[in-house]
């Protein structure tokens, strides 16, 4: 696994770059990411470019001996550009336009933005695409952060008209598909159907997964037009994107088809911050993350991109962004590093080299403090170089459980919650959870066809399932967890003619009549021996299976047939880990039970464990494989410190 760091060269004085260099090369880094946000300095005036500091940059890092990523910069189109063409501004919901003053101010319907983020991307792989030092692209940048996926504008609205048409061929057909008979919403023509914003009350649910479906296309397609340039002009090179924490308003997986890695940006404190956790987990994990945040994200965007994933923007101090902006513990730069290292990272790079002492980011620590001087973000960074060094190579291997998580049953919940925050992200991420402190490694993946050789399957809220997609589930030959929700919905989310879990009660035969949402404090006592409760959502289940579980009034909460679980309940995070422990066992796996804050990572040639606890932890307690030998941590683990094996099969 190789280092970076996000450098901005058009930021600081031309005499400081090749110090800049020197120092990254020092601090153990070969990769350095620039230029995603250099619009207004390679094209300060319309069509006249002015390449020459780029030039320089990327030759004084290149002959440093650092692999320059180089970004396309579309995520900041320059004011000259606003300008010309007013009406490439996205509109937000409510109906106003993003104004010009920060970034991201662009919609990507409008077809003239469309065209100049081509224009400007053929221009720069024209210059850059040969240049040896160039090892890799980016495009744009984070599509979708600031909530700028969905555009309510004109070009919206027209281009999502043409979309529909393409999808239903005839407007019957959309009608029948959403119901429209519902609340006179019939429409005699494409023409005659807006944006789902600023209706009365909520607009028609299929209305809205349809225009999500319609937003995520248009980033593919954006994505995509870049991704042609740069294939063919700058051939051998990689292509990265790089994905968000928390976030799935467009398909990653679709976009992933056209990168060679899928790029992510962790900011584990900030994500804790800013996220669903209790203020408990707020504050244990305040200056760790919470253990999974990173992890979570790592198994999930390593499959995205057919395994291939980097982290190209790492923590390295307090951002400036959350709410709180806490200091990592002594220890975590590095923890955060090895951690992807273990989950198969091939780079992590830092964001950023050096603070930047004005503008939005000015509170954001880089690796360097504003005055050069190296911060803790620096020194860990060099201390995790030396530690990738002795480590040694970190082959894959299969992970125990497949978890499936697909981004359309997510925006479904979005429209659809029915109980305040029921999310399939949020659900994926407690599976994940309790999984994990199973002492389980995870793949996180897009469908069941992609889980065919896992001994365990956990689909926690697979939402909208056809006759297709339950047929892959069919095909597994591994044990199979489907939590509640599960193909409650047919893919235009609608109620499937034979009630949850539609074409999935032919794994297990079961009929949802009713489901319940609850609020919180509102909970349902487990019979015994589980004890713990249902929280937040239960089902009605009619079946002529004998439950494995039920609540202490007798309603079923876990039904088991053959190798096919399904869970009708939320149930309380005790409660989960005891029953995912219980079908991974029955599955051949062997769960342990890891004090709350460990984390076990198996790879092809390493054992990895990772204590996030404010707490020391003994090592002992743990089952380590026969053979395996330590080579870093001691046996009384400190927080913000791990520890690693090799085994003796790598
Ligand atoms: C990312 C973004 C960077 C920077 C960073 C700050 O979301 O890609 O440009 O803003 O956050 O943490």
Redesign the pocket.
């Known amino acids: 696994m190789r280092l970076g760091c996000?450098y901005y060269p058009e930021h600081w004085p031309e005499d400081m770059w090749a110090d800049d260099a020197r120092r990254m090369v020092d601090m153990g880094l070969t990769r350095v990411r620039i230029g995603?946000?250099s619009w207004a300095r390679i094209e300060p005036e319309p069509g006249c470019f002015d390449w020459d500091g780029l030039d320089r940059a990327i030759a004084v890092l290149g002959e440093a001996g650092l692999g320059v990523i180089l970004g396309t910069p579309t995520?900041t189109p320059p004011k000259w550009l606003v300008d010309s063409m007013p009406d490439m501004i996205a509109i937000d919901r409510d109906g106003t336009p993003r104004k010009f003053g920060s970034?991201r101010h662009y919609c990507f319907s409008h077809q003239g933005y469309r065209a100049e983020s081509a224009r400007i991307t053929r221009a720069m792989a024209e210059r850059y695409g040969q240049n040896p030092h160039i090892v890799a692209w980016q495009t744009d940048?984070?599509y979708g952060?600031h909530d700028t996926v969905q555009s309510f504008s004109d070009a919206s609205r027209a281009a999502f008209r043409h979309w529909l048409a393409a999808r239903y061929a005839s407007i019957s057909a959309l009608n029948a598909a959403w119901g429209n008979i519902f609340w006179s919403q019939t429409y005699r023509s494409f023409a005659e159907i807006d944006l789902p914003n600023l209706t009365v009350t909520a607009a028609n649910p299929s209305h809205w997964l349809d225009f999500r479906r319609y937003a995520s296309d248009m980033v593919v397609a954006f994505n995509r037009e870049q991704t042609n340039i740069l294939r063919a002009l700058s051939p051998g090179r990689d292509i990265m994107h790089?994905y968000?924490g928390f976030f799935t308003e467009f398909d990653h997986h679709d976009v992933g088809t056209d990168l060679d890695v899928a790029g992510w940006?962790s900011?584990p404190l900030?994500f804790l911050e800013q996220f669903w956790f209790s203020d408990a987990d707020k504050l244990r994990y305040a200056r760790q993350g919470h253990p999974d945040i990173a992890a979570f994200h790592h198994d999930l965007y390593r499959g995205c991109a057919g395994g291939r994933w980097w982290v190209i923007?790492q923590?390295p101090g307090p951002?400036?962004?959350a709410r709180y902006n806490p200091a990592p513990l002594p220890g975590m730069v590095a923890l955060w590093t090895i951690e992807a290292m273990a989950h198969g990272a091939e780079l992590v790079s830092y964001?950023?080299w050096r603070q930047y002492p004005k503008a939005?980011?000015q509170m954001?620590s880089g690796l360097l403090r504003p005055d050069s001087v190296t911060d803790q973000g620096g020194v860990e960074a060099r201390q995790a170089a030396d530690l990738i060094a002795r480590i040694g190579v970190v082959t894959a291997a299969r992970a125990d459980v497949a978890l499936i998580f697909d981004y359309p049953s997510d925006w479904a919940t979005q429209i659809e919650p029915q109980g305040q925050g029921y999310r399939a992200l949020r659900t994926a991420f407690e599976y994940y959870t309790a999984l994990r402190e199973n002492g389980l490694s995870v793949d996180i993946v897009r469908n069941a066809a992609d889980a065919a050789d896992h001994a365990l399957v956990v689909a926690p809220c697979a939402m909208l399932i056809d006759e297709a997609g339950a047929a892959e589930y069919g095909a597994l030959s591994g044990a199979l967890v489907l939590g509640p929700r599960s193909g409650s919905k047919t893919p235009v989310l609608t109620i499937p003619a034979k009630l949850a879990p539609g074409p999935l009660a032919d794994l297990i035969p079961l009929t949802v009549a009713r489901v319940e949402s609850l609020r919180p404090g509102l909970t349902e006592a487990l019979a015994s021996p589980l004890g713990g409760h249902v929280h937040g959502w239960l089902e009605y289940v009619e079946t002529a299976l004998t439950p494995r579980l039920t609540t202490a009034n007798g309603r079923g909460v876990w039904y088991q047939h053959g190798r096919v679980h399904y869970l009708a309940a939320k149930v309380d995070a005790d409660s989960l880990r005891t029953i995912l422990a219980s079908a991974a066992r029955d599955a051949g796996l062997a769960p342990q039970s890891l004090p709350s804050g460990l984390r076990l990572r198996r790879s092809g040639t390493h054992l990895f464990a990772f204590n996030y606890t404010p707490d020391p932890v003994d090592l002992s307690m743990l089952t380590i494989p026969a053979g395996t030998q330590r080579i870093h941590g001691d046996p009384i683990l400190a927080p913000a410190q791990f520890a690693v094996w090799r085994t003796t099969d790598g």
């Open positions: 996000c995603e946000f995520a970034r940048n984070e952060c790089n968000m940006d900011y900030g923007e923590q951002v400036n962004w964001f950023r939005q980011e954001h």
